[in-house]
């Protein structure tokens, strides 16, 4: 117990580590609200710069721009109505109706104690359910982990773009591009076409800042000219009254954010809209109505997505599976620092998981000092041209692909993705399953391997263990249903209850 | 029947190109190690590259049954001038950075696309390209030690003069 709690200390105690957590949690604010710029890109970009650092403070540092850019991103949605990252897409509805009654300050006081209360209870969850979860998932077959890897790719494909097809597609080419280089096990040279520099892999790294980078860049160069909404903001601090009024709320939106941010490929932008859709339900008779300013209309969404945050932390410590893109890079970020996300961490490593834990909490604390303050500067902050920040985060995005491993090759490979990525957001494809694919094509190639090795290469008798074990089989009743239910098929059933 | 979305400008030739690739790349896992077993190392670049190819057919499908978008124009809306200027940009960026240095590269490829995108004066573009490269340098170079191509500028010779200044006033 002891070593718990020193381990959770330690992000508190050591100033180098603590300033990190905050330089973070600010960075992350900033640039999670700047209306282009996800966190996504912010998470891809800044963490690049961490890899030849030290693992602890190079975990602090990212930790807190998660952190703070999910808050961010609700900052534009009320201010701009632009959602600074899918998570706030629910916080617009209501926030920037508020923000044009002369009510943002409120607003964003508002959004801001309410995310820290949902965070607070999603890092209270992944403490307390990580080590269990853990210790179940030690008894995964890896048949388990692959059909987890195969549901994971699936759902961020079917519930992030507009086609499970295109999602499906992005996911096997984020597959594909995890498998380039030699084959660990038989040394056997995959899609290298004979090139030695090709053998080690394409940097994940080149391909996540260009995929989620360069892309938006480019795509932000559409709307370069769109002029600056400016907002008077008043008081910000929300009083003691108004914040128990909507405590309730906040503690069920809270549940659902943790819930939904655990599934493996759901993150905070399904909890924000079921948390949204929650307040609807439960708000009998709201002062102002749903989408013309209600408070409980943000309370619900920033709770849910602030709590999500811990709860995607569980999947991706405890069984190595992504929630979402983001979480996709933090996993690919540990994993080049040597940690290996997975049941096995909290067993060889539990100090990494209560310091990681210390981190969140700590970003937590300084994302509500930093959320209430500065709004001053933070405005102008936004209202930047669009014209001088785009090619400074194009410049960012060199520098960070050519800093881990310095070399040109991978500012190459980023362009190339970039380009690649830029097309396939024009024509409707998602991002977010290709880089899921990249981190997860280790885990299946090996899980896939094991698993058809240990049926004697039989495909019968892995199917007949995946419908003998309760486990795997619903893991793969899952998988089938996500299929159904995008097929004509599902929608004549839907119909025909109605 | 016709999809209710229409099918913007280069969307057929884009998802020609996806299926081309990906048949292309499915030949290329089948070259690892054929279809000797299911564990074998080539089984799911083969599995995930049939399936790329598949999906890319769907898709052309889909595609094929939606009216093509008349209101958007390529050149408008899908490859507009910037856009090909930038990807010009970071081409020439990333050939001039190893013989020029980051400091001159960084200054030219901010003044170029400043001055072309925002179209205010010289002096508000050098101003803006040189202060963001100041800052750049000194956050990424000199707190978080990235290394970055010297090239032309003797930086280190100026760092070492700079704190040979400081050290020399103890």
């Known amino acids: 117990m002891m070593d718990v709690i020193n381990n959770f200390l330690i992000p508190f105690l050591d100033l180098k580590l603590l300033s990190l957590v905050a330089l973070g949690t600010f960075a992350g604010i900033y640039i999670g609200a700047i209306p282009g710029l996800s966190v996504t890109m912010?998470?891809?970009?800044?963490?690049?710069?961490?890899?030849?650092?030290?693992?602890?403070?190079?975990?602090?540092?990212m930790i807190g721009i998660y952190m703070g850019g999910v808050y961010g991103g609700s900052r534009t949605a009320i201010l701009l109505n632009i959602p600074g990252a899918p998570s706030a897409i629910a916080t617009a509805l209501d926030g920037f109706p508020m923000a044009q009654r002369g009510e943002a300050g409120e607003a964003i006081g508002i959004t801001t104690v309410m995310s820290f209360f949902g965070?607070?209870?999603?890092?209270?969850?992944?403490?307390?359910?990580?080590?269990?979860?853990?210790?179940?998932?030690?008894?995964?077959?890896?048949?388990?982990?692959?059909?987890?890897?195969?549901?994971?790719?699936?759902?961020v494909g079917s519930l992030s773009g507009d086609s499970l097809v295109k999602g499906v597609f992005a996911g096997a080419m984020g597959l594909m591009i995890g498998s380039i280089g030699l084959d660990p096990l038989t040394m056997d040279q995959r899609f290298t076409f004979g090139s030695t520099a090709m053998m080690g892999g394409i940097s994940f790294i080149a391909v996540m800042i260009g995929m989620f980078g360069v892309?938006?860049?480019?795509?932000?160069?559409?709307?370069?000219?769109?002029?600056?909404?400016?907002?008077?903001?008043?008081?910000?601090?929300p009083s003691f009254g108004t914040i128990r009024k909507y405590l309730p709320l906040s503690l069920q939106s809270s549940a659902i954010g943790v819930i939904i941010g655990a599934l493996p490929g759901t993150g905070g932008d399904i909890a924000a809209l079921m948390a949204y859709d929650h307040a609807k339900r439960v708000t009998k008779n709201p002062e102002v109505p749903f989408g013309k300013g209600a408070r409980e209309g943000l309370v619900a969404p920033e709770t849910a997505n602030n709590a999500a945050v811990g709860g995607a932390f569980i999947p991706m410590m405890t069984l190595g599976i992504p929630g979402d893109s983001v979480t996709a890079i933090m996993i690919g970020a540990l994993f080049i620092h040597g940690l290996h996300p997975g049941p096995m961490l909290m067993v060889e490593q539990p100090h990494m998981f209560w310091f990681i834990v210390g981190c969140l909490t700590l970003a937590n604390v300084f994302m509500l000092i930093f959320g209430l303050t500065g709004i001053k500067i933070f405005v102008k902050v936004v209202e930047m041209p669009r014209t001088v920040l785009i090619p400074l985060i194009l410049l960012l995005s060199i520098v960070g692909a050519y800093a881990v491993n310095n070399s040109l090759t991978d500012v190459y490979w980023m362009l190339g993705f970039g380009v690649l990525g830029y097309f396939m957001r024009l024509y409707g494809y998602s991002l977010g399953p290709v880089i899921l694919g990249v981190i997860l094509s280790r885990l299946l190639d090996d899980n896939w391997r094991r698993a058809i090795i240990s049926d004697q290469e039989s495909l019968p008798r892995l199917m007949h263990g995946i419908v003998t074990s309760p486990l795997s089989l619903t893991l793969f009743l899952a998988v089938i249903f996500i299929f159904v239910s995008k097929t004509p098929l599902w929608a004549m059933i839907k119909r025909g209850r109605a | 029947m016709q999809s209710k979305t229409p099918r913007r400008p280069g969307e057929l030739v884009f998802n020609l190109f996806v299926i081309a690739a990906s048949l292309f790349l499915f030949y290329s896992a089948y070259g690892i190690a054929g279809f000797d077993a299911l564990s074998s190392a080539g089984a799911i670049p083969m599995m995930t590259t049939a399936l790329m190819a598949l999906c890319g057919v769907l898709i052309l499908?889909?595609?094929l049954r939606k009216s093509p978008n008349t209101a958007e124009k390529i050149e408008r809306d899908i490859l507009p001038i910037p856009v090909?200027?930038?990807?010009?940009?970071?081409?020439?960026?990333?050939?001039?950075?190893k013989p020029l240095g980051f400091i001159p590269t960084s200054f030219l490829f901010l003044l170029g696309l400043m001055k072309l995108f925002s179209g205010r004066s010289w002096v508000f573009s050098v101003a803006a390209a040189a202060g963001s490269v100041a800052l750049i340098y000194v956050i990424f170079r000199l707190i978080f030690t990235v290394l970055m191509p010297q090239g032309v500028v003797p930086e280190s010779e100026i760092l070492a003069a700079i704190g040979h200044l400081f050290g020399g006033a103890k």
Do not use: C
């Not at chain 1, 912010?42 to 975990?59: G, K």
């Not at chain 1, 999603?122 to 982990?145: C, H, N």
């Open chain 1, 42 to 61: 912010a998470v891809s970009i800044l963490i690049s710069f961490t890899f030849s650092w030290d693992v602890l403070p190079a975990i602090s540092l």
């Open chain 1, 119 to 155: 965070g607070l209870v999603g890092i209270i969850v992944l403490a307390a359910a990580a080590p269990s979860v853990s210790a179940f998932a030690i008894r995964f077959q890896p048949r388990d982990y692959m059909l987890l890897a195969v549901l994971g790719i699936l759902l």
């Open chain 1, 215 to 237: 892309s938006e860049a480019l795509i932000q160069l559409h709307s370069m000219k769109t002029p600056g909404v400016k907002q008077v903001i008043n008081r910000i601090v």
């Open chain 2, 61 to 63: 499908r889909e595609n």
């Open chain 2, 84 to 97: 090909i200027v930038t990807i010009i940009a970071i081409t020439a960026y990333a050939l001039l950075l």
